[in-house]
Nanobody
Framework: QVQLVESGGGLVQAGGSLRLSCAASGFIFSINDIDWYRQAPGNQRELVGTITYGGATNYADSVKGRFTISRNNSKNTVYLQMNSLKPEDTAVYYC?????WGQGAQVTVSS
């Protein structure tokens, strides 16, 4: 079955960086698009960005220029590199593929 497992969350000061990983299994990773979402307390889940099976990316305006999504098909893993973090980036971050979600990774940015 499709499984997605996020890792790499944590607490960081504003202006710092974190890299999240999303390890996938149970499907043909290399031919599928992968999305990153986030959900802050009291807010709806929002799309952060997408990487297509071909490696093209697009991002929400709120993270453009600060966040980068990449993938390593040999490791069935997608990454979310987050730089210049702001307190408003605090959220649980999820990867999503084939209508399946990971368990989420907490990212907390202190001011």
């Amino acid at each position: 079955q499709v499984q997605l497992v996020e890792s790499g969350g944590g607490l960081v000061q504003a202006g710092g960086s974190l890299r999240l990983s999303c390890a996938a299994s149970g499907f043909i990773f290399s031919i599928n698009d992968i999305d990153w979402y986030r959900q802050a307390p009291g807010n709806q889940r929002e799309l952060v960005g997408t990487i297509t099976y071909g490696g093209a990316t697009n991002y929400a305006d709120s993270v453009k220029g600060r966040f980068t999504i990449s993938r390593n098909n040999s490791k069935n893993t997608v990454y979310l590199q987050m730089n210049s973090l702001k307190p408003e980036d605090t959220a649980v971050y999820y990867c999503q593929a084939l209508r399946t979600w990971g368990q989420g990774a907490q990212v907390t940015v202190s001011s």
